[in-house]
């Protein structure tokens, strides 16, 4: 009688533990991440200390974000003021306009994905090493 009851006991916690796929705002920490699109490549990076994020499309620009489980929100962009070719601009426009609609997140497996209150996602893939000079100059600005 106790084998069966420890038995059913571990395969509970265990289908609990399966059932979580609550994401760990930590892990964006530090992060960077780019995005394959028309026009032009997004890079995305977290800070490693504070709740920022900084990149570039054709702009560098830097922003807010709070995160908590699975939802996510980003405030407060700001970007340098450069043209680029119609493709990049439009690109850009797109992803400044989408960023504030985002609601949730899922980053598994060195994919990142954003994911906007009408549905629309944007997939990044993570890199290793964020491009210094888009790093360097965001932060500053």
Known sequence: ??????????????LTACGDN???????KGASF??????????????????????SVVNRYNGGYTA???N??????AS????GTP?????ETEYFQFMPTVETYEFADGKLTLIGENGKEIVFTQVETQ???????TKAE
């Open 34 to 55: 780019i995005s394959a699109q028309p026009g032009a490549d997004i890079t995305l990076i977290f800070d490693a200390t504070e709740p920022r994020v900084y990149g």
């Open 87 to 91: 493709d990049a601009m439009e690109t």
């Open 80 to 83: 340098t003021m450069m043209m």
């Open 1 to 14: 009688m106790k084998f069966k009851l420890i038995a059913a006991g571990i395969c509970a916690l265990a």
């Open 131 to 137: 491009p210094e000079t888009v790093a360097d100059e």
């Open 72 to 77: 996510i929100k980003f405030e407060g962009f």
């Open 68 to 70: 908590d489980g699975n």
């Open 22 to 28: 609550s994401q760990n705002p930590e892990s964006l």
